[in-house]
């Protein structure tokens, strides 16, 4: 059973920056797609950043491109989510999913998912 866990969230003042973790077990080849999703109150669910975990090819949504840096570190089968500069409106609470090999950045693509970490950009 895949499961993942996120931290690293919390209060940032605009500009400011924080690391979000993911931390995975029971990795497959099928869902290597690990993807960082996003959900603001009264808002839909959306994709941020994703990355191939075994390749390491990376996709961006436009909001967030230019600030926000994905990576993985396959030793301690954790992704991360570097997040700078960030703006008022990155508040949400952020989830890690695991999705289908190749899998963008469709929230339908993923099947499993994180409980959440909250980020609060505010000053």
């Known amino acids: 059973q895949l499961q993942l866990v996120e931290s690293g969230g919390g209060l940032v003042q605009p500009g400011g920056s924080l690391r979000l973790s993911c931390a995975a077990s029971?990795?497959?080849?099928?869902?290597?797609?690990i993807g960082w999703f996003r959900q603001a109150p009264g808002k839909e669910r959306e994709g941020v950043s994703r990355i191939d975990y075994y390749v390491g090819t990376t996709n961006y949504a436009d909001a967030v491109k230019g600030r926000f840096t994905i990576s993985r570190d396959i030793a301690k089968k954790t992704v991360y989510l570097q997040m700078n500069s960030l703006k008022p409106e990155d508040t949400a609470v952020y989830y890690c999913?695991?999705?289908?090999?190749?899998?963008?950045?469709?929230?339908?693509?993923?099947?499993?998912w994180g409980q959440g970490t909250q980020v609060t950009v505010s000053s």
């Open positions: 029971g990795f497959t080849l099928d869902y290597s797609a």
């Open positions: 999913a695991a999705g289908i090999r190749g899998a963008l950045l469709s929230v339908n693509a993923y099947r499993y």
